[in-house]
């Protein structure tokens, strides 16, 4: 069973459209995060939500615009695609608690052309 | 803000021996965590070993151990017996104690390869 899933695994696409990548988790988790890791293997967070509020929002666009319908999804919308959001995106979870580990998903591979 | 250095961008080691990525991190919490995550190949990121600031005993997990200094601020991770199967890329990442939010920082990664 996968633990945290996000669809699609790859999304190729080009500059100026609108894209989304779901996330969705069961491990009984109440934090979702959103990680953008870049061509240099950099890994930088984006967001986090606790119980579908936001807790962390990152020095991010506005373009991107993270959505949590309840404790087990969270999606990533972005609008007007650009080059420099070519990267691989990881969504991550783990109990609220103070120290927990992330569990992570398999990434989802954005590319535009 | 918190940083995490990892010095070492690439290191490789035989098969069966003793390899240690380091990592050290900046901060002036007293109290934190210490993660080490392995991301092979295949992207996906597993968590490899915990370390809480607060205790003083090194985590170990198997054939992973860390040496946690906390004066010094570093946090190395050693992998004995090393197998093909640890070819990864090894994050360090830092976490202040904050309920709710889990924020992580983490460092650039070191790119091991195991050697047959």
């Known amino acids: 069973d996968t633990a945290v899933s996000q669809t699609p695994k790859y999304l190729v696409t080009q500059m100026g459209n609108d894209k989304s990548i779901k996330c969705e988790q069961n491990?009984?988790?109440?934090?979702m995060y959103w990680y953008k890791q870049d061509s240099k293997k950099f890994l930088k967070i984006m967001f986090s939500y606790n119980n579908k509020e936001l807790i962390i929002n990152e020095t991010v666009p506005n373009r991107f615009s993270p959505k949590s319908p309840d404790k087990a999804h969270l999606n990533l919308h972005i609008n007007s695609l650009e080059l420099g959001d070519s990267a691989v995106y990881f969504c991550?979870?783990?109990?609220?608690?103070?120290?927990?580990?992330?569990?992570f998903g398999d990434g989802t591979r954005l590319s535009i052309l | 803000a918190q940083t995490v250095t990892q010095s070492q961008p690439e290191m490789s080691v035989q098969e069966a021996e003793t390899v240690t990525l380091s990592c050290t991190y900046d901060?002036?919490?007293?109290?934190?965590?210490l993660f080490w995550y392995k991301q092979p190949p295949s992207r996906q990121m597993i968590l490899v070993i915990r370390?809480?600031?607060?205790?003083?005993q090194n985590a170990t997990e198997n054939r992973f151990s860390v040496n946690f200094q906390k004066a010094a601020k570093s946090f190395s991770l050693k992998i004995s017996d090393s197998q093909l199967g640890d070819t990864a890329m090894y994050f360090c990442a830092f976490m202040k104690p904050i309920t709710n939010a889990g924020k992580s920082t983490f460092g650039d990664g070191t790119t091991l390869t195991v050697k047959p």
């Open positions: 991550a979870s783990s109990h609220g608690g103070i120290g927990q580990p992330q569990h």
């Open positions: 370390q809480e600031a607060y205790k003083q």
């Open positions: 491990l009984g988790h109440d934090t």
């Open positions: 901060t002036s919490e007293s109290n934190y965590y």
